[in-house]
C-alpha cells in the first residue's frame, strides 16, 4: 500500500499554495462557511474541511483519523505553515487514490498596494519552483468581483497535477484559492463547479 504524499507546500511572496491530486469528480458539494474570512465555498461531501482559525494540527489528524484516512499524520502535517502564512481553510478527501489524497487550501492576506503584476507573480511562483511550464493566467469573476485565475500542470514525485488558482480581493485582504487534481476534463469541470461556488462576503 502506498503511503500517501504530503501536499507540497510552495511558500510564495504573500501566499502558500499545496500540490496534491484529487479524484476527477466528487459531487455533491456542501457550502461551507469561513465567516471570518470572508467566503462560503462549495466542498464535496466526502472531503473533510477544516477552519484553520479553529483547528490545530493534532485536530485535523484527529479528524482524518476518524474519517478513515490511512496516514492522517501525513496530511495534517501541512498546517501549522498554512497557518503561518495565512491559511483560512484546508478541506482534503480523506480517502486515497492511488497513494495521493486530495485537498484545497485558502489563503489570506492584506491586499496593501499589490497589482494584478503582483498577483500573476504569485499565480506563477508554485509552477516556477516545481520547475513546470508556465501557468496560463487569465481574468476571472468571482462573485462580481474581478480576479486573476491560472491552470496549468505541475508534476508531485512522478503523478502529473492539474494545479488550478484563483486570486481575488476582498476588502483590503486578498483570498488564494489553490486545487490540484489529476488532468483530464472531469477535473476541469470539478475545478470550475468548486470556483463557481465562491461566494464572497
Known sequence: ???????????????VATAGVARAAAPPFEPFEAAA??????IPKDWAPFDLSKETQAGVQRA????????????????????????????????QHDGLNANLNVVRGPLLNRTI???????????????????????????????????????????NVLLEQVIVPVGDKY???TLSLRPGAASKRL??????SIDLA
Open 1 to 15: 500500500m502506498k503511503r500517501a504524499i504530503q501536499p507540497v507546500v510552495v511558500v510564495i511572496a504573500f501566499a
Open 175 to 177: 483570498l488564494q484559492f
Open 37 to 42: 474570512a470572508g467566503f462560503t465555498i462549495g
Open 117 to 159: 503584476t503582483d498577483f500573476d507573480q504569485a499565480l506563477r511562483a508554485p509552477f516556477k519552483n516545481l520547475k513546470a511550464k508556465a501557468p496560463k493566467i487569465a481574468p476571472v469573476e468571482i462573485d462580481g468581483v474581478a480576479g486573476r485565475k491560472a491552470a496549468g500542470r505541475v508534476k508531485v514525485g512522478d503523478t
Open 64 to 95: 482524518l483519523k476518524r474519517a478513515g484516512a490511512e496516514h492522517p499524520d501525513e496530511l495534517a502535517a501541512i498546517v501549522p505553515t498554512l497557518r503561518a502564512q495565512g491559511g483560512v481553510l484546508y478541506a482534503v478527501d480523506p480517502k
Open 191 to 196: 475545478a470550475g463547479t468548486l470556483i463557481k
